[in-house]
């Protein structure tokens, strides 16, 4: 049975390192992108390769439609095509939205929002070729309650929310599956310029009294790409039970 082949975006480190790894210890090829951080692209490389998998590794702006041909591409060239799309690049802007530059609300839709559709539209033809495909769309609970002083980043959520709502049904005839983690506070750098005392209270109002494990969102993006075929369109939280 030949490979399936993964695209993971945002994939240096934190959520989208561990959602290429546990594909790769599950036997597919495997690419990965990031726009910078370089040294730890190729780390993740070295961790895809110890389990004898191959690995594509990828810098560029997924928010830049150009970047993702030249990606696919490469893809197209060395393993066919994508089978399994985990939309997981993004940024976080903290702040109140009256003090916020428009070339930062900007910044946030085209590396939130704009790279989901850039891999969705360059991912999708194979996939209808292949009569079989997943999407995968990591989001935030921000995009489904919205949170003061993340307004641009719970925008850009609720915009993938409802992008992986309608393109579901879009692709549903065509045994394409498209679903969302939308997570909740999870243990990656992301959170790491909060105080202690910040993450403290934050913690207190998780009821499972912890934070997330990105290996945790890994084992759930991998379940929802290589098991489900009637799970489409939702938006699944995974949060400890915070909302």
């Known amino acids: ?110 590396t939130n929002l704009t790279s989901v559709f850039n891999c969705c539209k360059l991912a999708i033809p194979h996939m209808l070729q292949q009569k079989q495909g997943k999407i995968i769309n990591i989001s935030s609970v921000w995009g489904v309650v919205g949170s003061s002083c993340e307004t641009a980043y719970s925008a850009a959520k609720g915009g993938v929310n409802a992008l992986t709502r309608a393109l579901a049904k879009e692709l549903a005839p065509s045994n394409i599956q498209v679903n969302a983690v939308a997570c909740g506070a999870i243990d990656t750098e992301m959170n790491q310029w909060m105080e202690e005392d910040e993450l403290i209270a934050l913690v207190d109002e998780i009821p499972s009294g912890r934070l997330g494990r990105a290996e945790e969102v890994a084992d759930l993006v991998y379940h929802l790409g290589y098991k489900e075929s009637y799970l489409t369109g939702q938006i699944i939280g995974l949060d400890g039970g915070w909302f």
């Open 1 to 110: 049975m030949p490979r399936k082949t993964v695209l993971v975006t945002g994939a240096s480190r934190g959520i989208g390192k561990a959602i290429a790894v546990k594909f790769a210890k599950k036997g597919y090829n495997v690419a990965i992108s990031c726009v910078r951080r370089e040294d730890q692209l190729h780390q993740t490389v070295r961790e895809i390769q110890a389990f004898q998998a191959p690995c594509l590794a990828y810098m560029g702006d997924m928010g830049d439609f150009s970047c993702c041909e030249e990606l696919f591409g490469k893809i197209k060239k060395h393993f066919g095509g994508v089978d399994v799309l985990v939309n997981n690049a993004g940024i976080s802007y903290i702040g109140l939205l009256q003090d916020m530059a428009s070339s930062d609300w900007e910044r946030m839709l085209h």
